[in-house]
């Protein structure tokens, strides 16, 4: 018998939990020639900010020990653009669309959302509190736990959509954030954003990144991020989408089990741009062969 | 349209000290394939390196069905890709980005090739040999012994000009220099240039001072090659407005003018 | 000509930049069929409390993508154990050594600082307060600035030794950890220490480790810790020892160039018994090739 | 003492499913060993597994400086291993660890292996026969095809005595069922023992009930295999008192009745 595959990730049903992280699959569109982006449980797209964003200086991607740098420092071509040129190509997929939003200021989380309210195609918002490549707003957001919860609740009276408040695992007790943003209304959690990180050109005697300091996120932070859903899922009952270093359905277990409802596929991606549906099949595998029919009843299932 | 695939080795030597030629059985992207586009290889089936690496498409053989791929070894990923024996598979994804555009037929265009700058340029010659364009390339490379498909573009029916740094093959000082000296700039149609980014810049800046098309190859550090993940990314300038455009989707050739170099 | 590489950490003068990160090296005497030791600039050796300490639940070490979660917890003979057998042995040695305390009071430290000093052959102490792998003390102190200060001042009135306080990447914001224990007169400063991470045992159910978290290492992490001395070195004027996945000179030049007046070798320790020396060698290497005199000139020079 | 080294692989087949037998020229270790001991094995020069993993010397040919390895294939680094080509060479440091108390000459000794346990029994069973011991050696293992080390054993002039889970071969059971029906204590000095936890744990009991010396040879995930990282603890009672013993470095090899279980 085929296994339920079925999440609710706060209100926005993924009929399978696998989803791809922002910033690393584009708007889905990159790589529709070689997944069908269709079999998702939902994509999550790049960062998107007010305004049109250039990013940061290049180089802008280095790799490091089972992991890569990026300091993309969130180009996007601002929330208009998407609203009239993708959201239209959003509403014509057959899988969840969730918007990753980022701003300078509160009022800028909130006027994003105001936007991405009723957009056809938009099944929900990602807040990205928790990036560290840009100078304003972005980690600051997600290491206070006042200024998380005023930007979750801020975004919350804008928009009717579900909203995951995604966190930063650069902070000294993530459940204190969680908790924060849980309180202040958030629907759902997305853990981990990058780990705060830089890698020097030893010739050069130069950081690597033009931006110096970057996010480090690949298979090497994979225990971080297990750590983080483990600890957020003791902390606060909101459903959460786990991610950090995924490659394999294996990986994709462990944060399964340390309590996250969904997982994303980021760095992977690149390497194997197949890496998703390889995931989803190896979960169903899994269910199978452990004869689980629900694959919530796998949610948190190391701690019991 | 773009595939990922494993594409068997069907040969592999070196050509030049630490550069290698590898052939590789390819049809969909021998068939796919317009000059200026590239691979993205997976150099280890391990996590170590952990991302693709981009590279041009040297040349293909449609009716083969032949890839051909040449790359120097300057770090662990070409290093690895290097020792891979024919009958071993190398993971493709390709054929990718934005190739050269190409002239009218019969036109008189220049070809400038610095180094390992090279490699796309040889698909390219071929493709105006078919063209009957009448073609010149500057090769330059540092030495004679580092010099890179002087005879293939030969054996293409272009006219070979060389420069080595070190003077120890035909002009000696750098390709810039030698086609500031040897071009005719008022007989050329188009300039396409592939090499270090000093030279592609010094390139770029004549053909704009003598009012001729060009195009270059960029390169830039690349995670996903495909566009999704803007690393590689470059400024581009149009109509006074810059923007920042992806090296792997939205190039690598781009128009010469159009490069904001620094 | 022969670079001078003698740096000075604290009032610790060590011949040569390159020591040994703490429980990964034991005592020495483990790696001396291996190593001479004594080529090194000194050896940091294992965890010291004030009580013998059994350790945590096997298993107590798990691999991961280009790291290792380790849990050992502070399994020691205690102070007095290791005044009596091995005092004498580090007396004879020529190189420095240097004690790693920990404990779960304030006074613990002050204790330990106590008991050590005047010992002879003990040339310095590294304050652990970044310890993920005990339930009292450890990483509490590192993470909170007054609580590290405390910590700080009670060792150096404890002691007239050489004092370096090792840091923790476990928290929002390293520098104002570093500034709080350079104002309370810490001579000198490690970083980083393990990230808090975890594994989960996928067939089981369960976590991998018995103790559940662990503390992250290896290659995996280099990047986090290039980016602590990064900017550890930007904020505080004390001499930085620099760790966290050092495999080869590279990365050991990686760790000066952002800051750091030396390098320890810990995890690589147990792939490569002769890692220091290697990294040893390659940095004097490379000082010729690029004719640098003294390796203080190259401490920081990523930020010049 | 131990040493680093790399070593030449002279040898490599599968003997049963997914159990390889290896041999390496290390004469250093060869001479040096003693039963019990084992060697840190670098399954890979990548970084992909990371640690190195820990093998029992499962023989030594002392005048051709020959050490062999018997294992199973259960995760990356046992994979690894058993795609090296004779002539490749594999980094080992060993002998490592405090291996078994051999007895009195002439003695009549017990050795109880079980699956993979079997490996470094054969060296021991080796040294037993130099003593002149009468040596009785239980192999047990999932059935006939997976039974290991039987016909060696034999040839050291061991009795061998059979059982598998199934009953494909020998007695139907498990090593500790077949020893407790088939060995007779009083004559019995010294009881050696490798295998799985819950038989070595079985087969102790049996032992401290019979009042028969014996030793076991622990298992622990290992960091340095030298005693430096406390990774491989194992908790052993001595005149009452609980201490925490590395497997590394005061094993592998422990008295049974030391061994605190659970
Ligand atoms: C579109 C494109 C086409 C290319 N075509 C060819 C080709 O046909 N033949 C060829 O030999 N090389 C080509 N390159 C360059 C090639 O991609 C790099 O040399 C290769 O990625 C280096 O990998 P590595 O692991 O060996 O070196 P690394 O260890 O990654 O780095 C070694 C050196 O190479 C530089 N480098 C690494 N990645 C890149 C990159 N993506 N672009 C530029 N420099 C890089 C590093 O900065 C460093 O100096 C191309 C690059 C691009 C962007
Ligand atoms: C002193 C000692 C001697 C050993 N001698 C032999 C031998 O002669 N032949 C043999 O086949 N095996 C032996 N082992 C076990 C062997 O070390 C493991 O099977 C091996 O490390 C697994 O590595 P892997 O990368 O293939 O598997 P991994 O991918 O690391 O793990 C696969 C499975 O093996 C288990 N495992 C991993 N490392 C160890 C370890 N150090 N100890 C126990 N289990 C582990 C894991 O929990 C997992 O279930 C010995 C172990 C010790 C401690
Ligand atoms: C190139 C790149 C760009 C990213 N951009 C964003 C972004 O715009 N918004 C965001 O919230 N996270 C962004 N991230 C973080 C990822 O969404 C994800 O949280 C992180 O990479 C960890 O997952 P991984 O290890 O699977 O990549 C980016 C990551 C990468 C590698
Ligand atoms: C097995 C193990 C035991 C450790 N024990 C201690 C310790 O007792 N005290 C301490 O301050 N750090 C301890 N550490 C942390 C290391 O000293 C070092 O800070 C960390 O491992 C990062 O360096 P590396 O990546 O080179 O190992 C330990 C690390 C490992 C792997
Ligand atoms: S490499 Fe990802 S956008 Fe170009
Ligand atoms: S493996 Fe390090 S102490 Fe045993």
């Given at each position: ?16 939990p ?20 269709n ?24 790799e490091?020990?089972?992991?890569i ?61 928790s ?70 050109d ?71 741009a ?31 | 349209m ?13 050509v030049?000290?630490e550069?290698?030629?590898m052939?590789?059985?390819a ?6 394939a ?112 580092n ?24 002009f ?50 690349m ?40």
């Amino acid at each position: 018998m085929k296994p339920n595959l079925e999440v609710n990730i706060g209100g926005i049903l993924m009929k399978n939990p696998v989803t791809t992280s922002s910033g690393t699959f584009g708007f889905g569109q990159e790589y529709s020639p070689y997944v069908d982006i269709n079999k998702l449980g939902a994509i999550v797209v790049k960062g998107t900010t007010l305004e049109p964003r250039p990013g940061n200086a290049t180089p802008r991607m280095v790799e490091t020990p089972a992991g890569i740098l990026n300091s993309i420092g969130l180009q996007n071509p601002g929330v208009d653009y998407l609203i009239d040129h993708y959201a239209q190509y959003f509403a014509g997929l057959k899988t969840r669309v969730i918007v990753n939003i980022a701003g300078n200021t509160v009022d800028d989380y909130a006027r994003l959302a105001a936007k991405l309210d009723g957009v056809p195609g938009v099944a929900g918002l990602e807040v990205n509190i928790s990036c560290p490549n840009v100078k304003k707003g972005g980690m600051a957001f997600g290491s206070d736990p006042a200024a998380a919860a005023e930007v979750t609740k801020a975004v919350k009276n804008a928009t009717g959509l579900p909203v995951i408040v995604k966190l930063s695992p650069n902070v000294t007790d993530i459940t204190v954030i969680a908790r924060a943003v849980a309180d202040a209304g958030a629907d759902a959690l997305s853990l981990i954003n990058t780990l705060l990180g830089m890698a020097i050109d030893v010739r050069r005697r130069k950081p690597m990144l033009g931006n110096i300091m970057g996010g480090l996120s690949g298979p090497a932070v994979k225990p971080v991020a297990v750590r983080a859903v483990w600890q957020v899922y003791q902390t606060v009952k909101l459903p959460i989408i786990g991610m950090g270093g995924i490659v394999t359905a294996q990986d994709a277990l462990e944060f399964i089990l340390a309590g996250a409802s969904a997982v994303a596929v980021g760095t992977a991606n690149f390497i194997n741009a197949t890496a998703t549906l390889e995931v989803l099949a190896g979960i169903e595998q899994y269910l199978i062969e452990e004869q689980i029919t629900d694959i919530n009843e796998l949610v948190g299932a190391a701690h019991r | 349209m773009s595939k990922v695939m494993d594409a068997k080795v069907l040969a592999v030597y070196p050509v030049a000290p630490e550069t290698y030629y590898m052939e590789l059985a390819a049809p969909d992207i021998a068939r796919l394939a317009v000059p200026g586009q590239f691979v993205h290889v997976r150099c280890s089936d391990a996590q170590e390196p952990l991302l693709r690496r981009p590279l041009s498409i040297h040349m293909v053989s449609r009716p083969q069905g032949v890839l051909a791929l040449l790359f120097r070894v300057v770090g662990k990923g070409t290093a690895l890709l290097a020792q891979r024996q024919p009958g071993d598979s190398v993971n493709l994804m390709g054929p990718l980005g934005r190739g050269f555009t190409l002239p009218l037929p019969g036109s008189k265009v220049a070809v400038a090739a610095g180094g390992i700058g090279a490699a796309p340029l040889v698909f390219l010659v071929q493709e105006l040999a078919n063209l009957k364009c009448q073609v010149t390339v500057y090769v330059g490379a540092r030495d004679k012994k580092n010099l890179l498909c002087d005879g293939q573009f030969a054996q293409l029916d272009a006219e070979v000009v060389i420069a080595t740094d070190d003077g120890s093959l035909g002009f000696k000082g750098t390709v810039p220099e030698l086609m500031r000296r040897h071009l005719d700039w008022r007989r050329t149609a188009m300039c396409y240039v592939c090499g270090p980014r000093a030279m592609m810049q010094e390139v770029s800046a004549m053909l704009s001072e003598a009012d001729v098309p060009g195009e270059v190859s960029l390169e830039e550090k690349m995670g996903c090659g495909v566009g999704a993940c803007l690393s590689c990314a470059v400024q581009i300038q149009h109509h006074g407005e810059i923007s920042t455009k992806r090296v792997c989707a939205d190039g690598p050739v781009f128009p010469s003018w159009q490069v904001v170099w620094e």
